[in-house]
């Protein structure tokens, strides 16, 4: 391309297509600091906190950052990579952009990369590099299943941000919630079914646990709660169990208001005293282990469930970069891609 360039002209990269993995984020180390940006970032976006900025950020500079860096960063130094001295969010992050890419080696064309809605590598950054490099048409793949405002529309959010500033912006998708896909579904069963071969008990239920959100949220018509019901039901008729062998609870609420219930760890709790005594967890909200399933229910949720008198706790891992996880990524990226490829 560049040989018929008249002579001066700056170099034109070959056209390519862009995939870009986009997930919520991490602090950059488990200090006060570096965990005090993230949660400051985190939890000053409208889409997270509805509440008016001029009321709450007085409130999250002042009394929250001033005690929960702490709290959150003991928690992040429970679950941090040590190998890699890393988030174990970013850690697999890195190996799903690898798998993917080489799953999608014959269209040499694509370029994968990551970016995140909070902390780095920043979704600015990602698509700055995939413009660069000559991405002219970029797929926006926000690792949500299912759809939230808090999740999927402020992940594009960003992304939309970024775009603004480019004097040339590429051609941009994005990808749909894919909670009650073929591939999402069979992928978790697969990973469900592996996971309880793994274990040395048979689990009385086994809890499907969702991130949480404000009871508001859902009555301002934010879809989240019944596609993660949705899913459930999906991955049940697929096993062909029962339904009550799978129950929905959510998790990670925060603050005084009412949030989605049942609550998971008030249900793992309860569960002892109603004679269910041996308890798989599975977090189908999330594509990759992070701090609300590593620390919150793996860690923490086995102390609550043992300390109220169950037998036998097992968390089932996030798709990850698993084979079935891929398998997953693969086909809704092709698919998405279609057209383009």
Request: net charge neutral; hydrophobic share 35%; charged share 20%.
């Amino acid at each position: 391309m560049n040989a018929h360039l008249p002579p001066g002209h700056p170099p034109v990269p070959t056209p390519r297509i862009g995939v870009l993995l986009l997930n919520l984020g991490t602090p950059d180390g488990t200090d006060y600091w570096s965990v005090r940006r993230y949660l400051s970032e985190f939890l000053s976006d409208p889409r997270v906190i509805n509440t008016p900025q001029l009321v709450w950020q007085p409130i999250l500079q002042g009394v929250i950052l001033s005690i929960r860096p702490q709290k959150s960063g003991a928690n992040y130094a429970k679950i941090w990579d040590k190998e890699h001295n890393d988030s174990p969010l970013r850690v697999i992050t890195k190996r799903q952009v690898a798998a993917l890419q080489q799953r999608l080696a014959d269209h040499p064309e694509i370029m994968v990369e990551y970016g995140m809605r909070y902390g780095n590598p920043s979704t600015a950054a990602a698509l700055e590099r995939l413009q660069k490099a000559g991405c002219q048409r970029i797929l926006l793949a926000p690792l949500y299943p299912q759809y939230s405002a808090t999740t999927t529309a402020t992940a594009n959010d960003k992304a939309f941000d970024a775009l603004r500033t480019m004097r040339w912006q590429p051609a941009v998708r994005t990808l749909p919630p894919y909670f009650e896909t073929e591939e999402h579904i069979a992928a978790l069963a697969r990973s469900l079914t592996e996971g309880l071969a793994g274990l040395d008990f048979e689990p009385d239920v086994v809890l499907t646990s969702y991130h949480g959100m404000p009871e508001t949220y859902l009555k301002a018509g934010d879809p989240y709660h019944c596609q993660c019901y949705k899913t459930t039901r999906l991955l049940a008729e697929h096993l062909g169990w029962k339904r009550e062998r799978l129950m929905v609870t959510f998790q990670s609420r925060f603050g005084p208001t009412k949030w989605l219930q049942p609550y998971t760890d008030q249900t793992l709790k309860s569960l002892p005293g109603k004679g269910i005594k041996k308890v798989a967890v599975m977090a189908p909200a999330f594509s990759v282990d992070c701090i609300e399933t590593l620390e919150e229910i793996s860690i923490g949720g086995r102390e609550e469930f043992e300390h109220a008198g169950g037998e036998k706790f097992a968390y089932l891992p996030c798709l990850n970069d698993s084979e079935p996880g891929i398998d997953m990524l693969e086909a809704l990226v092709r698919h998405e891609l279609s057209g383009w490829i």
